[in-house]
């Protein structure tokens, strides 16, 4: 179990944790959500908040994509605490977010509630023979995520990313590209366009953009 604090774990804790002092003895702590996902591969965040700029999944669809990954893959299971839950920020961090069904009329479950919930459903679901499931080696998070921000400096550098719509895309690039679980292959591919494709393009559109303006007199 990994824990974003910004504090050891206290006394108290123990108090309430009957019968799992050892979870918490064995509990590596973290002051920021991005160390303690980096060497993983696949993060699923759970959220019950709908984000427009992330795609969510339901618990169901987010356990068959856990079953279908490889077998080699280090899989990630991030929770927000019971006040404030996950920011926009957080989920930055994550592949995929998904949503628990609810009947009642509280917007969310409580934390204890959440983890059990999604740990039993992935228990009681089969594991995809690994010949149906993709072999080919997923790299870590940092690493996508380093990818993802070097892709989005070179759509600033192009002009394509400004004051104006950063965050919006910020967080697209984020969804999109966390949803692929990317090979080392992908993130080649990636940077590859990225530096001598795409970017290139879009500065060529907005050079004839500019240059129409010119002669419309703007």
């Not at 064995?26 to 700029?53: G, P, Y």
């Amino acid at each position: 179990m990994r824990m974003v604090l910004g504090n050891e774990i206290l006394p108290k804790s123990y108090i309430t944790a009957v019968h799992a002092d050892e979870i918490l003895d064995n509990a590596h702590i973290f002051s920021h959500l991005r160390e303690a996902t980096q060497d993983l591969d696949v993060i699923f965040a759970a959220s019950a908040k709908r984000r427009k700029n992330f795609s969510s999944f339901s618990l169901d669809e987010a356990v068959e994509k856990i079953m279908g990954l490889p077998q080699t893959a280090q899989i990630g299971l991030v929770f927000g605490n019971e006040r404030t839950g996950l920011t926009s920020q957080d989920l930055h961090h994550s592949n995929f977010r998904f949503t628990i069904p609810q009947a009642g009329r509280q917007p969310s479950y409580n934390l204890a509630s959440a983890v059990l919930l999604t740990l039993f459903r992935i228990s009681i679901n089969g594991r995809i023979n690994p010949s149906e499931a993709s072999k080919e080696k997923l790299i870590s998070r940092k690493e996508q995520e380093d990818c993802i921000c070097l892709i989005l400096q070179k759509l600033e550098k192009v002009k394509f990313l400004h004051s104006t719509n950063r965050r919006h895309v910020t967080e697209m690039m984020y969804d999109l590209l966390g949803r692929m679980c990317m090979t080392e292959k992908d993130r080649l591919l990636l940077l590859a366009l990225f530096s001598k494709g795409v970017g290139s393009e879009v500065l060529s559109i907005e050079s004839k953009d500019k240059a129409k303006e010119r002669r419309h007199g703007k």
